[in-house]
């Protein structure tokens, strides 16, 4: 599995923004799919997470009720949604792809990755 994020930028607090990863292969739709993303010196974190069915997910309690995990599986997309974003939000996301709906918050247990996309909130 190939994963790209892209849909990052620059926004007001307030604002709002929505990321995507775009996964290739065959097999995504076997796959869940978390967002982490990592601040400027600070430890990477998890975000959010999609199981393969979409019909579970999880979230980080700094986005809950601001951020959405869904996923398209017909154009093997996944989504972040955010809202009312905040400036400690700001930060490099990358999507990750794994087997199980399992530990989703640990980022050693997926399997792929993509390359972030950055997310600058302005104050």
């Known amino acids: 599995v190939q994963l790209q994020a892209s849909g990052g930028g620059l926004v007001q607090a307030g604002g709002s923004l929505r990321l995507s990863c775009a996964a290739s292969g065959r097999t995504f739709s076997s796959y869940s799919m978390g967002w982490f993303r990592q601040a400027p010196g600070k430890e990477e974190e998890f975000v959010a997470a999609i199981s393969s069915s979409g019909g579970r997910t999880d979230y980080a309690d700094s986005v809950k009720g601001r951020f959405t995990i869904s996923r398209d599986g017909a154009r093997n997309m996944v989504y972040l949604q955010m809202v009312n974003l905040k400036p400690e939000d700001a930060a490099v996301y990358y999507c990750?792809?794994?087997?199980?709906?399992?530990?989703?918050?640990?980022?050693?247990?997926?399997?792929?990755w993509g390359q972030g996309t950055q997310v600058t909130v302005s104050s």
């Open positions: 990750g792809a794994k087997r199980a709906f399992v530990r989703v918050g640990i980022r050693s247990t997926y399997d792929y």
